[in-house]
C-alpha cells in the first residue's frame, strides 16, 4: 500500500496510512511524513507495535531525540523516553497522585531551548477518556485583533518549571534536576524556523509573569 494521507479535522490533524515504521523509514517517505507535520500540525500514524529502540529509531529522522529530565520517569533502556502512566505517583515528593499533562500546556517550555516536536506512543489506551487534545496556536494566533497582535510584538514571558499559576501539580525533582533548569523567557509569539507562519507560545502551567510588567498587569494580559 502506498502512503496515504487523510484530513482529520477541519484546523488540523493529518492520519498516515501504508507506511511501517518498525524499519527506519527511507528520505522520501521522512521527507513526506514531515511536509504532512508541518501542514497538519499533529500526524497520527496507527497500528505500529515498536519496541523501545525501534521507537527511537524511527522517530530519528525527524529531529535529535533528547534524554528526559525526571530520572525516575526514564524508559529504563532508553533515556529519550518518557514513560507517562495512570499509576504515576509523585515519588520524590507525597506520594500523591500525578496526571501528567491533565491542563493545556506546551512541551518543555520552561527550557532554554524547547522541544521541536513531541512524540507519543500509545500502548495501553482507555477505551473512553484519557484522550490527548491539540490546539492549532497558528489559528489561535490569527483569531487575534490586529491591535492585540501589536500589543504581543516583542513581549516576552518567563517560564519557571515549578510555576506559581500551574493548574495541576507536578512532579518533584532533586535540587540537582531543578538547577539545570533555572527561570528562561521566551517570546509569546514565535515564528516557525520551517514554516515562517506565527503562532501564540503558552503554557498556563509554566508562564510566570511578563517580562517588565508588575503581576497585575501581566495576569491580565
Not at 102 to 123: E, N, Q
Not at 143 to 171: C, F, Q, W
Amino acid at each position: 500500500m502506498a502512503l496515504q494521507f487523510t484530513r482529520l479535522g477541519p484546523h488540523m490533524g493529518i492520519a498516515a496510512e501504508g507506511v511501517d515504521l518498525t524499519e527506519p523509514p527511507d528520505p522520501t517517505t521522512v521527507a513526506e511524513l514531515r511536509n504532512a507535520l508541518l501542514e497538519g500540525l499533529v500526524l497520527c500514524v496507527r497500528g505500529q507495535p515498536l519496541a523501545p529502540d525501534a521507537y527511537v529509531e524511527a522517530m530519528a529522522p525527524f529531529g535529535t531525540p533528547r534524554p528526559q529530565l525526571g530520572l525516575h520517569r526514564r524508559h529504563p533502556e532508553r533515556p529519550e523516553i518518557m514513560i507517562l502512566s495512570s499509576e504515576d505517583r509523585d515519588e520524590l515528593g507525597d506520594g500523591g497522585r500525578i496526571v501528567i499533562g491533565a491542563a493545556w500546556h506546551t512541551d518543555d517550555s520552561f527550557m532554554a531551548v524547547p522541544c521541536s516536536l513531541t512524540i507519543l506512543h500509545g500502548v495501553e489506551v482507555p477505551e473512553t477518556g484519557g484522550d490527548t487534545q491539540f490546539v492549532n496556536m497558528y489559528a489561535a494566533y490569527e483569531a487575534l485583533p490586529e491591535a492585540m497582535k501589536r500589543r504581543l510584538t516583542g513581549v516576552r514571558v518567563i517560564h519557571r518549571y515549578d510555576s506559581s499559576r500551574k493548574g495541576n501539580r507536578i512532579t518533584t525533582r532533586t535540587p540537582e534536576e531543578m538547577a539545570r533548569t533555572p527561570d528562561v523567557d521566551h517570546p509569546i509569539v514565535r515564528t516557525h524556523p520551517e514554516t515562517g507562519r506565527k503562532a501564540l507560545y503558552l503554557n498556563p502551567n509554566r508562564m510566570e509573569q511578563v517580562v517588565g510588567m508588575d503581576r497585575a498587569e501581566s495576569d491580565r494580559l
